[in-house]
Every structure is written in C-alpha cells, then in structure tokens.
C-alpha cells in the first residue's frame, strides 16, 4: 500500500477516494476547492470531495502547496480543476483518472462533449500528470461503449466504477508499482466547460442531437417568454418507431407532447419543468398551458 495524496473536487470523485481508503491505502492529506457561498444566508459549502473526506476522517486543505510536506510517495488526481504546477509536481509525481479515450476529450467536460458529439464509445485513463492539460502518458485504460438513452449522470457512474477498478488494479504496489506508460496518439480534441448557451434547445437542428443535449440534464427551451427546462424526453414513439414531422411544420412548433425539430424529425416531451415550478410530466404541464394551434417552443 502506498502514502498518497488525493486531490479532487466534485460528486464524481468521491468513490475513487473510498476506494483508495478501502484499500488501505494511507491517505495522508485531501485537496479540494474552497467553500462556497452559497443559498440565501450565503453559507460557507464545502466541496463534495471535501465533505466526503471529514466523514472519512482525513485531513483536508484547499492549499495546493500544503502536499509538499504530506510525505506522499504519489499524488491521485481525480477531477480536481486546476492546473498543477511543476514545482509540486517535482516534488509529488501524480497521477489522474480521466474520463474518456485520450487524447480525445482532454479537459473540463469530457463525458459531457463525448455525449453531445453522438461518441459511440468513450473510456477511462490512469495517465501521468503534467504541467499540460490532460497531456501525460498513460499507463492503463478501459473503453466502454456510450448508450444513446444514457443521461450524463448515468455514464458518470459507470466511468467512475471503471476507475476506481483502474486504480485498484494498478495502485496496490504504489508508484513503483505501475506500468510503463505510453504516450498519447492521434488527434487532440478539448472538451470545453458546458455554458448554459450549450443546453439552449435549438428546434431546426435533429430530434437526435436535441436527446444528447437533454442527457446533459439541464436542458432549456423559452414558451411564451419564460424558461421551460426539458428534463427527459425521446426521438421515438412509445412502440419504438421514429417520430417524423408533418411537412410545413415550423421547428419548434407543439403537437401535445411532441414538437418538431430539424431534418423532418420530432422529439416528444415526456418530464419539463416550467419556470419557478417543480418538474412535472410533460401532459401535466400542457393540459396546464393549454397551447393554442401552431404554438411553438423557443419562439
């Protein structure tokens, strides 16, 4: 079993972190982000990984330069969110799981860009931290495939599972313990933070991409002046056959429950949530609004 450090930030880092414990491993300290403000009495909030690490009795700290002097033979890296630099990388090699198939998808939003870009596939890396972004050698890796019903938050669990495998197979000996890594091949792409811009539901492109932005889970689209967030919905009909426009349909235009998109295509409705209200079934809200004929959405 090894000394290490942990550093990471948000949900999707909390198992790797139980993992390590669970594996006896001697965590020696956590790095996480500072608290937050947050809600009406702008209370401080701690990290998830934060939170999750004083439950498991470990020291924390939001001072990168803190590892220095942990004693640790190796740093663990798991969505962390900041660029580490080279003097502590010196003094503590790290390692990070990344979530997808590099040199795709390096940095902030990889399993969100993989699912908006339609990827058949994706994967986990244990690769070694750099002064670049997402640009070391990796030593190991697992693929999976990505399933077109899949939310985000489904994919996350899954990429997290397969990680926490990676580390458990190839951090038992410590740092000196793992395989010769390779460097990355082919063509890098980078997988910029997802803005609210991003999760606007454009009508006039396909019932197929307008899914992969709804499994991102914060989907929005406007009717009548307000926000209505989309929060599942699906390009088929309930029997399992595709959904396909009346010609003259405007995108956007309502139907009941479906609405047309790009390409001849329909997506249909099944849980939104209107503007200051709880989400709701789709049918719920419309028998509410009652759209009049050739009523459309993001109008």
């Known amino acids: 079993m090894a000394r ?22 001697d965590i020696a300290l956590v790095v996480s982000r500072p608290d937050k403000r947050r809600g009406r009495g702008s209370a401080l909030v701690p990290s998830p990984v934060k939170a ?76 070694a931290v750099d002064v670049g972004l997402d640009t070391g050698a990796v030593y190991a890796e697992e693929d999976t495939t990505i399933d077109e019903d899949e939310s985000v938050d489904e994919l996350k669990r899954r990429l997290v599972a397969i990680g926490c495998r990676l580390l458990k197979d190839h951090l038992g000996a410590g740092r000196t313990g793992l395989p010769t890594p390779r460097p990355q091949v082919g063509t890098a792409t980078y997988a910029e933070k997802i803005r609210p811009e991003d999760l606007e539901l454009h009508w006039e492109l396909a019932a197929s ?19 209505l967030r989309v929060l599942r919905a699906d390009r088929g009909t309930p029997a399992g056959g ?39 079934a789709a049918a719920d809200w419309l028998r509410g609004v009652r759209p009049d004929a050739g009523e459309r959405l993001g109008g």
């Open 4 to 25: 290490l450090v942990y550093l990471g930030t948000p949900e999707a880092a909390i198992e790797p972190l139980r993992a390590l414990v669970a594996a006896g491993h």
């Open 242 to 280: 595709e959904l396909t426009a009346p010609e003259g349909d405007s995108p956007g235009a309502l139907t009941g429950e479906l609405v047309t998109a790009g390409e001849g295509t329909r997506l249909r409705l099944i849980t939104v949530q209107p503007e200051g209200k709880q989400p709701m």
């Open 52 to 127: 999750a690490a004083s439950e498991l009795g470990l020291a924390v700290t939001d001072v990168l330069e803190d590892v220095l002097g942990s004693g640790a033979e190796l740093g663990v890296v798991v969505a962390y969110g900041r660029i580490i630099p080279a003097e502590v990388l010196e003094a503590v090699p790290m390692v990070n799981l990344h979530f997808s198939k590099l040199p795709r998808w390096r940095g902030a939003a990889p399993v969100e860009r993989a699912i908006l870009a339609g990827d058949a596939n994706t994967g986990v890396c244990l690769m």
């Open 209 to 227: 991409h307008l899914r992969r932005v709804v499994h991102l889970g914060r989907a929005w689209t406007t009717f009548r002046g307000k926000r």
